[in-house]
């Protein structure tokens, strides 16, 4: 009889045991709602989780399951399961959904990845230079945004290509055009320009070659931007305008030619200063000037002059202020 008992009790006990040991279905216990990264930089998307073994875990975008590549490295330690992207891009931009299951269910969760994208823009911008004819000289900015950023030289408006006369350098933060030797026909007007995908900018700078006839004779030629400069001229004017008392006004027009410049404002041919009542400003190849808490005393004719080296063009426009009419 002791053994047909034993062999009835078995099975209990079996069923007592499997009882005890706790089935826990997978959780997800911390994660991001929202990563927003800068273009280039590294991010991690981080989920721990919990649950009974054995764990599986992936994540997808897109509806497609992501593995771990070069630029998207997967890991799972210590519960944590990580996705880490070694430099964003605009195309990592999107939603990730994060599964987590074992043998009772899954859980999913979703991020989402915001990638910003600075515009570029010069921390250091190109200078006026005067150098030596037969030196080395190197047109050198310093650059900042999100990468890739894309250069173009010009000279005189005419791109500048990469060769054995022009040595193009993008390094870092800083961009240069090498001259391994300088020579008369170098001189001129340079330009570079900037572009990602958030914008584009632009600056400007000239060249002077110094030619030496004589190291005994303190006499030096000049041969610069100047031998075939353009004398400003008016691309768009300032337009004459109606306002009501205190109101801010703003006039501008831009121009072209061959910089440097030099951009005057007047009103009534009283040459204006920036100060509490005005601000004067050159942005590029854009003049503007702005008038602060206007009065009646104000209407007239404002003018703004452009000069350089070759020439000065000039132009107007009128300010009309209204005043108040009292009806008693």
Request: a neutral charge.
């Amino acid at each position: 009889h002791g053994t047909k008992m034993q062999k009835r009790s078995n099975p209990t006990l079996y069923e007592f045991l499997n009882l005890l040991c706790i089935v826990e279905p997978p959780q997800i216990t911390e994660k991001p709602e929202v990563i927003r990264v800068t273009v280039g930089d590294p991010v991690s998307l981080d989920c721990k989780v919990t649950g009974s073994r054995e764990l599986r875990v992936k994540w997808m975008k897109d509806g497609r399951e992501l593995q771990s590549i070069r630029q998207h490295k997967l890991s799972f330690e210590n519960n944590v399961s990580s996705l880490k992207i070694q430099s964003a891009q605009r195309e990592d931009e999107g939603e990730y959904v994060f599964e987590v299951a074992n043998h009772i269910s899954s859980c999913t969760c979703k991020v989402k990845v915001i990638v910003l994208v600075i515009p570029p823009s010069f921390t250091k911008p190109l200078v006026d230079m005067q150098e030596i004819l037969g030196s080395f000289v190197q047109i050198c900015c310093k650059i900042s945004g999100s990468l890739p950023i894309s250069v173009e030289w010009q000279k005189d408006k005419s791109k500048i290509s990469s060769g054995v006369k022009h040595k193009l350098i993008q390094q870092d933060n800083a961009v240069s055009i090498e001259i391994e030797q300088l020579e008369r026909s170098d001189a001129g007007s340079y330009s570079c320009k900037l572009t990602n995908a958030a914008g584009s900018c632009e600056c400007s700078g000239s060249l002077m070659v110094k030619v030496i006839l004589n190291q005994k004779v303190s006499i030096s030629i000049i041969c610069s931007v100047l031998f075939s400069s353009e004398p400003p001229s008016f691309v768009t004017m300032p337009e004459s305008q109606v306002a009501l008392p205190n109101a801010t006004v703003r006039f501008k027009g831009s121009f072209k030619g061959t910089p440097p410049f030099t951009v005057k404002w007047f009103k009534d041919d009283t040459e204006l200063m920036t100060g509490p009542t005005c601000f004067t400003g050159l942005e590029g190849l854009s003049c503007f000037l702005e008038l602060y808490s206007v009065g009646v005393t104000q209407s007239g004719v404002f003018s703004c002059q452009v000069s350089n080296d070759a020439g000065s063009a000039r132009c107007s426009a009128d300010l009309t202020v209204k005043g108040w009419i009292l009806i008693f």
